[in-house]
């Protein structure tokens, strides 16, 4: 195995001509109950974090994350040691100079830059 894809099915609006899988977050504890919940899936797959290459965090929104959220998601990142390309996608219109600075922190290397009805 050599990508990860790590799916945020949250947005701030729905457009009705999306397919991908999403949802408007009712509330702050649906978007940490499904971070923990990908973090408990992520590490059924820990004999396979050294072979992973590519990281790319899509949606959904994820820049809808609020800084802290964006943390907990970064840090369960943190133990893949070989990626070469980490591309998160971003809504400017939900992008932050503080968040901005996580990603760059967090090892992003690439961005996919989309305005997004939101
Ligand atoms: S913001 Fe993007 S992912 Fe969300 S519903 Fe609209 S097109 Fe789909």
Partial sequence: MRGLYIHIPFCKKICNYCDFTKR????KSMIDEYLLHLKEELLTYKKYFDSIKTI???GGTPTLLDIDELKVL???LKDFKNI???TIEINPETLTKEKALLIKEAGVNRCSIGVKSL
Avoid: N, S, T
Avoid at 24 to 27: A, C, E, I, L, R
């Fill in 24 to 27: 408007v977050p009712k509330d």
């Fill in 84 to 86: 070469e390309e980490f």
């Fill in 56 to 58: 790319y965090i899509g």
């Fill in 74 to 76: 970064f840090d369960m």
